[in-house]
T-cell receptor, first 112, second 114 residues
């Protein structure tokens, strides 16, 4: 009963480096999303997807790319890391508008 | 565009005190409303949700929330808090049609003192 699995749990990057945060879900959910959580700002939506091959931007998409080649996987790519991207990142999935989000355990990213 | 406001950023209560956390949203159509809780070091977990019907909804751990459509509000309540309720609480909303993106408020940090 894995749910939503995120890797890695922790990551430190230098400014300008790129990396991919992995997210996989085994619940056959159509909808997947990435949020970043910063103190005092709640969760802000980065990108989301309503199904394989379909992605859309959220509130704070700049500096991030996503793809959805399968229903299960929704990786988040940081193209050129910046200190402003230091945050905790959560991947989440849900079945429909009335279903709750299922969250992964988060990735704590530090960019120096 | 939908948005969510949580006006209480940090609340400190003693055990057995009553709790009410405010949540207001802006969206003109039908919405689905959620409250999530995040315990220290953990990810968000669902407390309760509202889609339609009885505007007073009950969730886990003795929490409840009331949807007041005329006030665009969905306040969270608990009659008697416990130390274990210390956590951050997030209100969230999404439109009932189309886009499934869930918009979160900025959160309220609750500290319950024994």
């Amino acid at each position: 009963n894995a749910g939503v699995t995120q890797t890695p749990k922790f990551q430190v990057l230098k400014t300008g480096q790129s990396m991919t945060l992995q997210c996989a879900q085994d619940m056959n959910h159509e909808y997947m999303s990435w949020y970043r959580q910063d103190p005092g700002m709640g969760l802000r939506l980065i990108h989301y997807s309503v199904g394989a091959g379909i992605t859309d931007q959220g509130e704070v998409p700049n500096g991030y790319n996503v793809s959805r080649s399968t229903t299960e996987d929704f990786p988040l790519r940081l193209l050129s890391a910046a200190p402003s991207q230091t945050s905790v990142y959560f991947c989440a999935s849900r079945q429909g508008e009335r279903s709750p989000l299922h969250f992964g355990n988060g990735t704590r990213l530090t960019v120096t | 565009a939908q948005s969510v406001s949580q006006h209480n950023h940090h609340v400190i209560l003693s055990e057995a005190a009553s709790l009410e956390l405010g949540c207001n949203y802006s969206y003109g159509g039908t919405v689905n409303l959620f409250w999530y809780v995040q315990y220290p070091g953990q990810h968000l977990q669902l407390l309760l949700k509202y889609f339609s019907g009885d505007p007073l909804v009950k969730g886990i751990k003795g929490f409840e929330a009331e949807f007041i459509k005329s006030k665009f509000s969905f306040n969270l309540r608990k009659p008697s808090v416990q130390w274990s309720d210390t956590a951050e609480y997030f209100c969230a909303v999404n439109a009932d049609t189309g886009r499934r993106a869930l918009t979160f408020g900025s959160g309220t940090r609750l500290q319950v003192q024994p």
